[in-house]
Nanobody, 124 residues
Framework: VQLQASGGGLVQAGGSLRLSCAAS????????MGWFRQAPGKEREFVSA????????YYADSVKGRFTISRDNAKNTVYLQMNSLKSEDTAVYYC??????????????????WGQGTLVTVSS
């Protein structure tokens, strides 16, 4: 599986961006998909995840109520709608795929495939 993240950019605080992650592979629909981010000098942190059917979504407390994850299995794409952006949201955002969901979704080591990252910069 190859993942291609896009949609990052420069936005003012309070603004919105929509990230996309396009996946190759016919089994995309069976993977749990996640978004992580990494700010300069910090560790990669969990942002959001969605189960294969989209029935369950999970969010970090820091983005709950502002970000929305969704997926379109017909298009092999997962999205992250980010609203009310804050300067602390500035980071490189990565999408990731987990082949064997074990019930845990918030640690990078649980994911098997990673995209190349897309930079989100929020100016205050």
């Amino acid at each position: 599986v190859q993942l291609q993240a896009s949609g990052g950019g420069l936005v003012q605080a309070g603004g919105s961006l929509r990230l996309s992650c396009a996946a190759s592979g016919r089994t995309f629909g069976s993977y749990v998909m996640g978004w992580f981010r990494q700010a300069p000098g910090k560790e990669r942190e969990f942002v959001s995840a969605i189960t294969w059917g989209g029935g369950r979504t999970y969010y970090a407390d820091s983005v709950k109520g502002r970000f929305t994850i969704s997926r379109d299995n017909a298009k092999n794409t997962v999205y992250l709608q980010m609203n009310s952006l804050k300067s602390e949201d500035t980071a490189v955002y990565y999408c990731a795929a987990d082949r064997n969901y074990s019930g845990s979704y918030s640690h990078p080591y649980e994911y098997d495939y990673w995209g190349q990252g897309t930079l989100v910069t929020v100016s205050s």
